[in-house]
């Protein structure tokens, strides 16, 4: 297959190439939230429990970070475009799947599917971002359209997914992911131009102990809540986790062609980078899940006027989004994440005090207008630092990375608070009020989750961009 260099591709076939990989990028986002706003029927039409609900997400999740650094590597050995086509094939076969499954552990199996196809897609996009816009304003402003994307995605699913879940059904949102990958694969072989091939060894072992070790680690947690963290499954699952982590991390330092390469978090800003977007993730995958149930659980709304209440946060998503550029240029990225992520705090703790007669303007709207404007002024500057100085042919490897921080911090995060959740009691709340309380709890702790994404961004990426300036303007 031929490569091209995508850097001398001219605007009008940039722009083409942004807008195919940033609508791939839409549709796996608008399956993570699309399936938020249908839980409830979900769990009612096939018999999940409360806390295996959370693997309805997990599943999904787990699979898209845990096979997220192997589909970075397989692009950077076999083509990112020829990787993005099979991921997209692997995406629409698998939201087949999941549309017409008649049992919970057919759905659970066909999103773990569809995750393995999403990590072969979201390393590919991004690195083909990376491959196409030079590095600074240009880059940046494709970086800022894909913020957009996920911000605005994930409002446009909830919607989507609520009035699904309430006119028609909520397997509609898979299936229509049927047509949309075949029209993309067809686009992209016409327009998308095949990247630079290396050579070297994929690393299996990596990506095996990697995945196993995420899967292990976060089913122990979310098991926690209902066998108790002393349990020996609990016990058995945790270490298992913990210990093929440490294998992974002892076979990326010997591997001659790692998929996660460790040099990578040498730099202070990339790794401040990391830890701030898996807390971040953390605080806010648990927000879409608790709050939706909150809205119609505890408030009574229809899944359709819940997807409707998560607008004020998705339209704020993108105007911030859109802001994001310029704020960069005149502030730098790093105060403006810092900003970002204490707005998203703010929000987070405001609407875990909504209680059980909320008041939507005050109580709910606000909140999530303040959540929506961290929330699109974070993505960006997370993505602009997580690849900040990497060499060109790490760029695939440094996509995944981010993106596995990105996936494996929301699944941690939602695993860890669904515990927070199932543990929360108060002697005498029974029914709504203790439901209410609950979800309080889970989403105060999606607000001290953030507060910790903003204690990275201020300790450790704001004084390495700071140094990174001092140290270009010497020279």
């Known amino acids: 297959m031929m490569t091209a260099n995508n850097l001398h591709l001219s605007r009008k076939e940039k722009n083409w190439v942004l807008g195919i990989v940033l609508t791939c990028y839409l549709m796996i986002v608008l399956d993570i939230s699309i399936v938020i706003t249908g839980l409830p029927k979900i769990q009612l039409g096939l018999g999940f429990s409360s806390v295996e609900l959370s693997w309805v997400q997990n599943a999904y999740l787990l699979c898209f970070g845990g096979f997220l650094l192997l589909g970075a590597r397989t692009g950077d050995l076999l083509g990112r475009k020829r990787m993005l086509l099979t991921g997209l094939a692997l995406f629409a076969i698998a939201s087949l799947a999941v549309g017409l499954a008649q049992s919970a552990t057919w759905l659970i199996s066909a999103r773990a599917v569809q995750g393995i196809g999403a990590a072969i897609i979201a390393p590919s996009v991004l690195a083909l971002i990376s491959t196409t816009f030079a590095e600074g304003e240009e880059r940046t402003r494709a970086l800022a359209y894909y913020s957009m994307v996920a911000g605005a995605g994930s409002g446009i699913g909830l919607v989507l997914g609520g009035y699904f879940a309430e006119q028609l059904s909520w397997r509609v949102g898979f299936l229509m992911n049927v047509p949309i990958g075949i029209a993309l694969i067809a686009s992209a072989v016409r327009v998308i131009r095949e990247s630079e091939l290396h050579t070297g060894d994929m690393d299996i072992f990596g990506a095996l102990t990697s995945t196993l070790g995420m899967i292990c680690l976060v089913f122990g947690i979310v ?253």
């Open 223 to 475: 098991q926690s809540a209902d066998l108790g963290w002393t349990a020996p499954q609990t016990l058995a699952s945790i270490g298992s986790g913990i210990i093929l982590l440490a294998l992974f991390v002892a076979i990326e330092s010997r591997a001659g062609q790692p998929i996660m390469p460790l040099h990578l978090f040498a730099s202070r800003q990339r790794s401040g980078a990391y830890v701030a977007r898996m807390l971040f993730l953390g605080g806010m995958v648990s927000f879409f899940y608790f709050t939706t149930q909150y809205l119609q659980n505890v408030l009574g709304y229809t899944p359709f006027e819940a997807g409707l209440s998560f607008l004020p946060m998705s339209i704020m998503t993108f105007i911030a989004a859109m802001l994001v550029p310029g704020f960069s240029s005149r502030w730098g990225n790093a105060r403006v994440l810092s900003v970002a992520l204490a707005l998203t705090a703010i929000g987070l703790l405001w609407l875990s005090a909504a209680g059980d007669h909320a008041r939507f303007a005050l109580d709910i709207a606000l909140p999530m207008a303040v959540v929506g404007l961290g929330n699109g002024l974070s993505l960006g500057p997370l993505t602009v630092a997580g690849v900040a100085g990497v060499a060109h042919h790490d760029h695939g490897a440094a996509s995944g990375v981010v993106n596995v921080f990105h996936q494996l911090g929301g699944s941690l995060g939602l695993g860890l608070l669904v515990v927070v959740f199932a543990s929360s009691s108060v002697p005498g709340l029974t029914g709504v009020h203790l439901l209410s309380h609950r979800i309080s709890m889970a989403l105060m702790g999606a607000g001290i989750m953030l507060s910790l994404s903003l204690m990275a961004a201020l300790f450790l990426v704001l004084p390495a961009e700071r140094l990174a300036l001092l140290e270009k303007t010497r020279r």
